[in-house]
């Protein structure tokens, strides 16, 4: 008999949508998103007792973006208006604010058990094959129009491996711990 079952359950990117036609702020709960996702996978045949595979995904982000307005504030004096010689110092705009920021934090956890039947004549007993895996992964984004000429893009990977002890660590439900 060869038996695989499956669970998976996933909610991805649930947020609260902005309602209104207010301005986009900072602090609004609408620039929040969460992801989570499960899945387990259970397999048997006549080679192998169990093989399970569990794994799990969590994250949050954030992420706002905005217009910013460039201000000029050499544009309207009158002496600068009247010389083409001076049109780079009457140009001279900035940013306030950058146009976009984000970040994403995520979690990411895998674990395999596989247990193979001792098919052969020999009492020894097999132990089971353990593989996990661990990682934390966050991404950060910038972009900052410092003038209207000249424009920063600014974006950061960090992944890190956590490390998990040795072995096994299936509890009496079947689950990891």
């Keep these: 008999n060869t038996i695989t079952e499956r669970k998976s359950l996933n909610f991805t990117n649930v947020r609260k949508e902005k309602t209104g036609d207010g301005k986009a702020q900072f602090y609004d709960i609408s620039n929040f998103s969460g992801t989570y996702a499960y899945n387990e996978?259970?397999?048997?045949?006549?080679?192998?007792?169990?093989?399970?595979?569990?794994?799990?995904?969590?994250?949050?982000?954030?992420?706002?973006?905005?217009?910013?307005?460039?201000?000029?504030?050499?544009?309207?004096?009158k002496f600068l208006k009247k010389s083409k010689y001076f049109s780079l110092i009457r140009d001279f705009n900035f940013?306030?604010?950058?146009?976009?920021?984000?970040?994403?934090?995520?979690?990411?956890?895998?674990?395999?058990?596989?247990?193979?039947?001792?098919?052969?004549?020999?009492?020894?007993?097999?132990?089971?094959?353990?593989?996990?895996?661990?990682?934390?992964?966050?991404?950060?984004?910038?972009?900052?129009?410092?003038?209207?000429?000249?424009?920063?893009?600014?974006s950061a990977n960090n992944r890190a491996l956590i490390r998990e002890f040795e072995g096994e660590s299936i509890n009496k439900t079947g689950g990891p711990d």
């Design 41 to 77: 996978i259970t397999y048997s045949d006549y080679n192998t007792q169990f093989n399970r595979q569990k794994s799990y995904r969590g994250g949050v982000a954030y992420s706002f973006s905005t217009s910013p307005k460039s201000i000029e504030p050499l544009k309207d004096i």
């Design 95 to 154: 940013t306030l604010m950058p146009k976009t920021f984000a970040v994403r934090t995520d979690l990411d956890r895998k674990y395999n058990e596989r247990q193979i039947r001792n098919l052969s004549e020999a009492t020894l007993p097999l132990p089971p094959f353990v593989d996990k895996s661990f990682q934390w992964n966050r991404v950060y984004n910038l972009s900052y129009d410092l003038t209207k000429a000249l424009k920063i893009d600014f």
